[in-house]
């Protein structure tokens, strides 16, 4: 089955700063890479996702790439402010359009410090 | 939370009494999810539903069964409680395209 791994577990970064956060998965087959916000004692937000025609997409400050042939994806937060800081799930599925499941990474507590 | 609701958002059970987590939405998807989440492993997928009656396991579906008798009703039952279930549960439904949506969670606390 799939796999997916990410890194860091955790990242700090000055508020204003980037923030860059990678996951790599196994299955050639992924085609649809989601990413999801959580903040504490809430449910998994979902805040971008690519699907594997695709290259890049972004959306204001956020932004996520993929590169099919290194099996990694990646998301990037320009201009870090203070309501970035939460725990960040990738996700990957080769069911993209069916019924299966996500395989998510463990997660990259993102830290804003002011 | 894209329409969805859990019940119950809290339980504290004791070891062997059965449990029956339940997810509800308003917008008639046809797939919906549940998963667990606990430190250190992310979310993974327990079962999963593709329809009225249809439904299929994941990645970690041992001493979990649900049932779909209505499109709007996924329910999650752990037929006999045992402390390594003690976990956050979250079920998500499939709009019409790829995207996922999660409901608010259940802490189950298995003492």
């Known amino acids: 089955g799939e796999n997916v791994e990410q890194h860091p577990s955790t990242l700090s970064v000055q508020e204003g700063d980037s923030a860059v956060i990678k996951c790599t998965y196994s299955d050639s087959a992924s085609n649809y890479f989601p990413w999801y916000k959580q903040e504490l004692g809430k449910g998994p937000q979902l805040i971008i996702d690519i699907r594997s025609n695709v290259g890049e997409k972004k959306d204001q400050r956020i932004a996520v790439t993929l590169n099919k042939t290194a099996k990694h994806f990646s998301l990037h937060i320009t201009e870090t402010q203070p309501e970035d800081s939460a725990v960040y799930f990738c996700a990957a599925t080769s069911s993209g359009g069916g019924a299966d499941g996500l395989t998510f990474g463990k997660g990259t507590h993102l830290i804003i410090q002011p | 939370d894209a329409g969805i609701t859990q019940s119950p958002r809290h339980k504290v059970t004791e070891t062997g009494t059965p449990v029956t987590l339940r997810c509800h939405q308003t917008e008639n998807h046809r797939y919906m999810y549940w998963y667990r989440q606990d430190p250190g492993h992310g979310l993974r997928l327990i079962h999963y539903?593709?329809?009225?009656?249809?439904?299929d396991k994941g990645e970690v579906s041992d001493g979990y069964s649900v049932s779909r008798s209505k499109t709007e009703d996924f329910l999650l039952t752990l037929e006999s409680a045992t402390s390594s279930q003690t976990s956050v549960y979250f079920c998500a439904i499939k709009t019409g395209g790829y995207e996922q949506y999660f409901g608010p969670g259940t802490r189950l606390t298995v003492t």
């Open positions: 539903s593709y329809g009225v009656k249809d439904t």
